[in-house]
């Protein structure tokens, strides 16, 4: 048996693989790892596929020292970053001393380890933010301003301001990880959609009026049926005219318009169509891909003065994603927004 028979089993690895021998030269490698390195030549020194050198001291480590090596590997191109697990393994009885090395694609691991790492340090950071503002006036009512009956009354009403942030950002986060955890199920409730908007547009009167302004509602027909869940719906409804209220305030109205769609291209099938459109200033559409990530704001300033906690958008995406939906957010600046949802009808 030739070499190359003697290692075809390499072939059948469903990773990227190379054998090495005790002079650490590649002896064979499989089509997942030519694909890797762009070589299928066996026979060279490892450095002549890999020139990394944590990974090149991995192997060569292993094969000195016949022990078990681990090294991460990074690769590439000028859009991604790949990652992989590199694993050394002694493998005596190749020519008595070598290794095998074998290379996992982990980039989704290492990727959602860093998302989770990022979620937990925004949080931390907006909690921070009001949780100091309380301790600040807690201190200045137990010191400097004790007894002071009109200081306390201005901090009251600021510590209460604080709270309600925190209240916010608490039921929004636990919003975002019920959808979270509900997604994949489908609805078996079917929700009347315009008589829902009316619903919204009554819950968000008090903050239209306090903006002088309203809420317009457009249907073709005055009830539209579609599958959903209706707290959900409502919130996505909710979250979508609050925002219309908050950034479109140049404006003097925010329009739910119902349409329904024969055939969408993208869902395959009939759907309806919401279109949440307001008057204000916009923004430049380069935010689009973006705006719908945890905590991802145009303004922070703003979206903080205004009560935002950053998380709307994102509970959204969540709920409308679950029902097989679709969101779409076109915007122009001076113009105004209109952030249009499409459900599946069926
Ligand atoms: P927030 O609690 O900050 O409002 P959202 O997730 O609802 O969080 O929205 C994220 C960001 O998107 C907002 O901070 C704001 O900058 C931008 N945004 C959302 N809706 C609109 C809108 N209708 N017009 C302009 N900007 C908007």
Not at 147 to 168: I, P, Q, V, Y
Request: glycine content about 8%; charged content about 25%; aromatic content about 4%.
């Amino acid at each position: 048996m030739d070499e190359r028979d003697e290692f075809a089993w390499v072939n059948a690895v469903p990773l990227a693989l190379l054998l090495v021998n005790g002079r650490s030269q590649v002896i064979a490698l499989n089509p997942l790892a030519s694909e890797l390195f762009g070589t299928d030549q066996a026979g060279g020194h490892v450095v002549t596929v890999i020139r990394q050198p944590d990974v090149l001291s991995a192997i060569t480590t292993c094969v000195d020292q016949q022990r078990p090596r681990e090294a991460r590997l990074s690769i590439r191109d000028h859009v991604h970053e790949t990652l992989y697990r590199v694993l050394c393994q002694p493998a005596p009885y190749l020519d008595g001393v070598g290794a095998v090395v074998t290379f996992e694609d982990v980039t989704v691991e290492a990727t959602a380890g860093q998302m989770r790492r990022d979620f937990v340090a925004n949080v931390s950071h907006e909690l921070r933010t009001p949780l100091t503002s309380l301790q600040g006036f807690i201190e200045t009512l137990q010191g400097p301003a004790r007894g002071d009956l009109n200081a306390a009354d201005r901090f009251l009403a600021t510590m209460s301001k604080e709270a309600e942030r925190m209240n916010r950002l608490v039921t929004d986060l636990l919003s975002l990880s019920q959808v979270e955890s509900e997604e994949r199920v489908r609805p078996t409730e079917r929700v009347e959609l315009v008589g829902m908007l009316q619903s919204v547009a009554r819950s968000l009167e008090p903050t239209a009026k306090s903006a002088d302004m309203t809420i317009e509602i457009k249907s073709p027909k005055p009830e539209v049926w579609l599958p959903g869940d209706e707290d959900q719906l409502m919130q996505v409804f909710t979250n979508l005219a609050e925002n219309g209220l908050k950034y479109g305030s140049d404006g003097d109205r925010v329009d739910l318009n119902v349409i329904e769609i024969h055939r969408d291209p993208i869902l395959g099938q009939a759907a309806v169509k919401v279109d949440v459109q307001d008057h204000g200033q916009g923004f430049d559409e380069m935010h689009v891909p973006r705006l719908t990530e945890r905590f991802y704001r145009l303004d922070d300033h703003r979206s903080r003065a205004l009560g935002g906690t950053g998380l709307g958008l994102a509970i959204v995406k969540h709920i409308v994603g679950g029902v097989k939906g679709r969101m779409r957010i076109q915007s122009k600046v001076g113009v105004g927004s209109c952030f249009s949802v499409i459900l599946p009808k069926t």
